[in-house]
C-alpha cells in the first residue's frame, strides 16, 4: 500500500514565524498536492506538483509557497503564518498511470497558529 | 465560490436506515465524481466514483446516483451500521486532470 507521511500530526506556531509542513510518499509517485480542510469548505487545494521542481499554484496559494527538490518529498511552506492559516492541512499523492483514482492522502497535520 | 456544493453538513441516522448525502456541481467539463470516506484522525479514502455515462453505481451497501442534466450526484448509504460513522465528501475532476475539488462535507453518524 501506498504511504504518504506527513512529519507532524500537531503544530502550535507563533504568528510571524515560518513554518515548514513536510510530506514523503513511499511509491514513487510523480504528483503531490496540498490541501487544507476547514469545517464547511471542504478540502482547499493549496499547490501541486507534476514532478520534481515542478509545482503550480491551487485555488488558494496565498501566503504559502512549496518545495519539491526530491521525487518523494513535498514541503509546504508558511512564509509568515498567521492566525487565519490555523488549519487541518492534508498531504496527497498519485501516479497519473492510476488514473484519478489513484489520490492517496496523508493523515493530515493540524496547525495552530497563537 | 464554492464549484461543488454538498448538502447536508450533517446527519444523524439510525442503524439500518439510509443515509443520503447530495452535491451539485456547476463546471460540465467535469466527468469524474469521487466520494471520499474520512474517520477522525484520518485522510480522506476514496470509496466510490462514477463517470457520467452511467447514471448509477453500487458498491456493497453505498450506491452513487448521478443525474448529468440537473448536475446532481448523490451518495445512498443503505443498511447504515455504527461503523460507517465518518465525514463523507464528494469531489469532482476532468477523468484527465489532475485537481480534485471537494464539496463541504458531511458529518454522518449512525445510532445503535
Known amino acids: 500500500d501506498v504511504k504518504v507521511t506527513q512529519s507532524s500530526r500537531y503544530l502550535v506556531k507563533r504568528t510571524g514565524e515560518k513554518v515548514f509542513l513536510e510530506c514523503v510518499q513511499d511509491?514513487?509517485?510523480?504528483?503531490m498536492f496540498w490541501y487544507r480542510q476547514d469545517p464547511g469548505l471542504g478540502l482547499r487545494l493549496i499547490y501541486f506538483?507534476?514532478?520534481?521542481?515542478?509545482?503550480e499554484k491551487g485555488d488558494i496559494p496565498e501566503g504559502y509557497s512549496v518545495s519539491r527538490e526530491k521525487k518523494e518529498r513535498f514541503s509546504l511552506i508558511l512564509e509568515s503564518a498567521s492566525t487565519n492559516q490555523t488549519s487541518m492541512y492534508l498531504c496527497?499523492?498519485?501516479?497519473?498511470?492510476?488514473?484519478?483514482?489513484?489520490?492517496?492522502f496523508g493523515s493530515g497535520t493540524r496547525l495552530t497558529v497563537v | 465560490q464554492q464549484q461543488v456544493k454538498q448538502s447536508p453538513q450533517s446527519l444523524i441516522v439510525q442503524k439500518g436506515g439510509i443515509s443520503i448525502i447530495n452535491c451539485a456541481y456547476e463546471?460540465?467539463?467535469?466527468?469524474?465524481f469521487p466520494w471520499y470516506q474520512q474517520f477522525p484522525g484520518k485522510g480522506p479514502a476514496l470509496l466510490i466514483a462514477?463517470?457520467?455515462?452511467?447514471s448509477e453505481k453500487k458498491e456493497g451497501r453505498f450506491t452513487i446516483s448521478f443525474n448529468k442534466s440537473a448536475k446532481q450526484f448523490s451518495l445512498h448509504i443503505m443498511d447504515s451500521q455504527p461503523g460507517d460513522s465518518a465525514t463523507y465528501f464528494c469531489?469532482?475532476?476532468?477523468?484527465?486532470?489532475?485537481?480534485?475539488?471537494f464539496g463541504g462535507g458531511t458529518r454522518v453518524l449512525v445510532k445503535p
Open positions: 496527497a499523492s498519485r501516479s497519473p498511470g492510476q488514473g484519478m483514482d489513484g489520490y492517496t
Open positions: 506538483s507534476y514532478d520534481v521542481k515542478m509545482k
Open positions: 463546471n460540465t467539463a467535469f466527468d469524474y
Open positions: 462514477i463517470r457520467p455515462d452511467v
Open positions: 469531489a469532482a475532476s476532468k477523468a484527465a486532470g489532475n485537481k480534485l475539488t
Open positions: 511509491m514513487d509517485h510523480e504528483n
